[in-house]
């Protein structure tokens, strides 16, 4: 039996203080940051369990780097702040960096046609720009999914630039119209690898260490170009399941979009770099410039960064998720140019929440959102808006129900009733749209944005359907952009979906024809006689993915 992992107070690694925090706001009392970290991370504070890595500088100086947890449990090699763990997504703002570099070289211009260096781009109508590749709103498919329908999702075997690369041309199809939407998306930057390679005459690792960590004394960060080679010093990323903890690392060499190994000390030195604009103003004010889609909407996606704001702090940042580990870099210039990096080696640790976390604990007076006005709805309003409702971008499902008295997404997330008729869901106000006789026809949840995106109302009820609808989707389905003929089988009241022998999912039926949930939707189409003739698929990073029909 796993011995259950319960963290321990006794401290494992000695901080690294290198100064005093002054006050963050005018008449803020001095944070004693040894006491803020240890509360903040206590619950990895343990030598039985995963952890993390703090730094925190203010100023130009680094007041705190610590580790909690341990870098290798087997082991017995604790998280120090020397460590080196994976960046996951944080690991953008340097191929935008990159981007720059050679922008400012009068090599590339932003607003230029991809395909210039990237002819392998098919023509999808309207251009697609370097400044969308690095923005998220290209409308490409995200290669993860791509490669999960082929039978090969990440970790089950070596993913490379040149099979990617080869995987995101083919596509025919974009998610949407370029420019339109704000969608993330891994593959616009693994193309920016190829883009950096091409124009520079260099390989990308050659590029960024000669043009960025070299010159910004950034000693201890290099790319997982090669996951096979050993690397002092690197920490063990670990998730767990229902028997205990495992090992969960990112075993492939795609880079660009992920892939950077360093510690919070190089992350903090890169902050203060960009504070300082070291490698140019036009290179670094352009990574902040927020990007405004066809709409005019201007989206807090910058190049490689977010800039938005927490709590009324204007926030420069990014997450990282990649297999076991989890990252966040912020900066918030108006506080001192206050800069955290939080780096941890557990799936789920929240390096997001932990990082706000610190950020609450040093500036105090912060405003709190304020309290919803609830108000009591009765039961049969709620029972009303119950039911299966389609994400009208993504086409993925959302199911609310009403478990425990409250109407739920996914058995989950509670919706209290709001005075004006609106319903909170977390953070978030929800609205819904109503027929005559009170029938549901969409659910609008806003973004951060200031977007909004419609759920269609589908179905009160989930489909049962019968063993004759179930035999005519039945079949074999192809798709030439991954190469795949999937097989469709039946399995009791659910269908299976194979790509290739010993590789299926089991998908529940959601509303009539389609099947699966709020990660991934799979449905079908008939034609004017009712046969099918084709199958669906839709992710959050790929909204409609068709495979034909061939028997």
Same mark, same amino acid.
């Given at each position: 039996?796993?011995?259950?992992?319960?963290?321990?107070?006794?401290?494992?690694?000695?901080?690294?203080?290198?100064?005093?925090?002054?006050?963050?706001?005018?008449?803020?009392?001095?944070?004693? @940051?040894?006491?803020?970290?240890?509360?903040?991370?206590?619950?990895?504070?343990?030598?039985?369990?995963?952890?993390?890595?703090?730094?925190?500088?203010?100023?130009?100086?680094?007041?705190?780097?610590?580790?909690?947890?341990?870098?290798?449990?087997?082991?017995?090699?604790?998280?120090?702040?020397?460590?080196?763990?994976?960046?996951?997504?944080?690991?953008?703002?340097?191929?935008?960096?990159?981007?720059?570099?050679?922008?400012?070289?009068?090599?590339?211009? @932003?607003?230029?046609?991809?395909?210039?260096?990237?002819?392998? @781009?098919?023509?999808?109508?309207?251009?697609?720009?370097?400044?969308?590749?690095?923005? $998220?709103?290209?409308? @490409?498919?995200?290669?993860?999914?791509?490669?999960?329908?082929?039978?090969?999702?990440?970790?089950?075997?070596?993913?490379?630039?040149?099979?990617?690369?080869?995987?995101?041309?083919?596509?025919?199809?974009?998610?949407?119209?370029?420019?339109?939407?704000?969608?993330?998306?891994?593959?616009?930057?693994?193309?920016?690898?190829?883009?950096?390679?091409?124009?520079?005459?260099?390989?990308?690792?050659?590029?960024?260490?000669?043009?960025?960590?070299?010159?910004?004394?950034?000693?201890?960060?290099?790319?997982?170009?090669?996951?096979?080679?050993?690397?002092?010093?690197?920490?063990?990323?670990?998730?767990?399941?229902?028997?205990?903890?495992?090992?969960?690392?990112?075993?492939?060499?795609?880079?660009?979009?992920?892939?950077?190994?360093?510690?919070?000390?190089?992350?903090?030195?890169?902050?203060? $770099?960009?504070?300082?604009?070291?490698?140019?103003?036009?290179?670094?004010?352009?990574?902040?410039?927020?990007?405004?889609?066809?709409?005019?909407?201007?989206?807090?996606?910058?190049?490689?960064?977010?800039?938005?704001?927490?709590?009324?702090?204007?926030?420069?940042?990014?997450?990282?998720?990649? +297999?076991?580990?989890?990252?966040?870099? +912020?900066?918030?210039?108006?506080?001192?140019?206050?800069?955290?990096?939080?780096?941890?080696?557990?799936?789920?640790?929240?390096?997001?929440?932990?990082?706000?976390?610190?950020?609450?604990?040093?500036?105090?007076?912060?405003?709190?959102?304020?309290?919803?006005?609830?108000?009591?709805?009765?039961?049969?309003?709620?029972?009303?808006? +119950?039911?299966?409702?389609?994400?009208?971008?993504?086409?993925?499902?959302?199911?609310?129900?009403?478990?425990?008295?409250?109407?739920?997404?996914?058995?989950?997330?509670?919706?209290?009733?709001?005075?004006?008729?609106?319903?909170?869901?977390?953070?978030?106000?929800?609205?819904?749209?109503?027929?005559?006789?009170?029938?549901?026809?969409?659910?609008?949840?806003?973004?951060?944005?200031?977007?909004?995106?419609?759920?269609?109302?589908?179905?009160?009820?989930?489909?049962?359907?019968?063993?004759?609808?179930?035999?005519?989707?039945?079949?074999?389905?192809?798709?030439?952009?991954?190469?795949?003929?999937?097989?469709?089988?039946?399995?009791?009241?659910?269908?299976?979906?194979?790509?290739?022998?010993?590789?299926?999912?089991?998908? +529940?039926?959601?509303?009539?024809?389609?099947?699966?949930?709020?990660?991934?939707?799979?449905?079908?189409?008939?034609?004017?006689?009712?046969?099918?003739?084709?199958?669906?698929?839709?992710?959050?990073?790929?909204?409609?993915?068709?495979?034909?029909?061939?028997?």
């Amino acid at each position: 039996m796993t011995p259950r992992l319960t963290p321990r107070p006794a401290r494992i690694a000695i901080a690294l203080l290198l100064g005093t925090l002054a006050p963050l706001t005018a008449g803020a009392q001095r944070t004693d @940051l040894a006491a803020v970290t240890d509360k903040v991370f206590a619950a990895w504070n343990s030598t039985h369990t995963p952890g993390c890595a703090v730094g925190i500088a203010q100023g130009g100086k680094v007041l705190l780097t610590r580790g909690y947890g341990m870098a290798d449990i087997a082991g017995a090699r604790p998280i120090l702040p020397g460590t080196i763990l994976e960046s996951g997504s944080v690991a953008k703002q340097f191929t935008a960096a990159a981007i720059m570099l050679l922008v400012n070289d009068g090599k590339l211009r @932003l607003d230029d046609d991809a395909r210039t260096v990237l002819p392998e @781009l098919p023509v999808y109508g309207r251009t697609i720009t370097f400044r969308h590749l690095l923005t $998220h709103t290209s409308g @490409l498919r995200e290669w993860s999914n791509l490669v999960a329908w082929q039978g090969w999702p990440r970790g089950t075997r070596v993913h490379t630039q040149s099979d990617v690369f080869e995987l995101i041309t083919h596509q025919r199809a974009l998610n949407y119209p370029v420019g339109d939407y704000y969608s993330y998306t891994n593959s616009g930057f693994l193309l920016l690898r190829t883009v950096v390679e091409r124009v520079s005459g260099m390989s990308f690792v050659q590029f960024t260490t000669q043009r960025i960590f070299v010159p910004l004394g950034m000693t201890n960060t290099q790319w997982r170009d090669d996951f096979t080679r050993i690397v002092p010093g690197l920490a063990q990323a670990y998730s767990r399941r229902p028997d205990g903890l495992h090992i969960d690392m990112p075993n492939d060499n795609v880079i660009a979009a992920g892939g950077l190994l360093t510690t919070v000390s190089d992350w903090l030195l890169w902050n203060d $770099h960009l504070t300082k604009k070291t490698l140019g103003a036009g290179v670094v004010d352009s990574l902040t410039r927020r990007m405004t889609l066809t709409s005019g909407l201007e989206i807090a996606y910058a190049l490689g960064l977010t800039v938005n704001n927490y709590r009324g702090l204007r926030e420069i940042s990014h997450s990282g998720s990649t +297999a076991g580990y989890g990252t966040y870099l +912020a900066r918030y210039p108006e506080q001192n140019d206050l800069s955290i990096a939080v780096m941890c080696n557990v799936a789920g640790a929240g390096a997001t929440g932990l990082t706000h976390a610190l950020v609450d604990a040093m500036v105090p007076g912060l405003p709190r959102a304020t309290a919803p006005d609830t108000v009591r709805t009765d039961a049969a309003t709620i029972a009303r808006l +119950a039911g299966i409702y389609r994400d009208t971008r993504t086409n993925t499902v959302t199911v609310l129900d009403t478990a425990r008295g409250r109407l739920r997404r996914d058995g989950g997330t509670a919706f209290l009733p709001l005075r004006d008729g609106s319903y909170q869901m977390g953070g978030t106000r929800v609205r819904f749209t109503t027929d005559a006789s009170g029938t549901p026809v969409t659910m609008r949840i806003p973004t951060s944005d200031g977007d909004t995106v419609v759920h269609a109302f589908m179905a009160a009820e989930r489909w049962k359907p019968s063993a004759a609808e179930l035999a005519s989707i039945a079949g074999r389905y192809r798709n030439d952009e991954i190469d795949v003929t999937f097989t469709v089988g039946i399995a009791g009241d659910r269908v299976t979906v194979s790509p290739r022998v010993g590789v299926a999912d089991t998908l +529940a039926a959601t509303y009539r024809d389609a099947f699966g949930g709020s990660e991934e939707t799979v449905w079908f189409v008939r034609d004017k006689q009712g046969r099918v003739s084709a199958m669906h698929f839709g992710s959050g990073r790929a909204w409609d993915f068709v495979s034909s029909r061939v028997k």
